[in-house]
């Protein structure tokens, strides 16, 4: 059973700084790709950033240029860097990771930006 374990949240002022990391139980070289989702109150979970196997990345247009997402394949191990940040980057964030036949969710954490 693959297990995603996410750390790194809290709560940060506009303007500054988080890191999200993310701890699979398989290898990452295991899945597709892996990537980060989030979700904000009474909106539906969306894209955030995604890393394919081939290391080829993808993020959406509202993060773009502020967040960066990266792998350790040595670890097994994903992060998000994220700059910059907005209130409205507020969300509970979730890693994720997909094989042919599965999608694995962690289990959030929540990111809180202050205006």
């Known amino acids: 059973q693959v297990q995603l374990v996410e750390s790194g949240g809290g709560l940060v002022q506009a303007g500054g700084s988080l890191r999200l990391s993310c701890q699979t139980s398989g290898s990452l070289d295991s899945f597709n790709d892996v990537g980060w989702y989030r979700q904000a109150p009474g909106k539906q979970r969306e894209l955030v950033a995604t890393?394919?196997?081939?290391?080829?990345?993808n993020y959406s247009d509202s993060v773009k240029g502020r967040f960066t997402i990266a792998g350790d394949y040595g670890r097994n191990l994903m992060s998000l860097q994220m700059n910059s940040l907005k209130p409205e980057d507020t969300a509970v964030y979730y890693c994720s990771a997909t094989t042919d036949s599965n999608v694995y969710w962690g289990q959030g954490t929540q990111v809180t930006v202050s205006s």
């Open positions: 890393i394919a196997r081939s290391g080829w990345r």
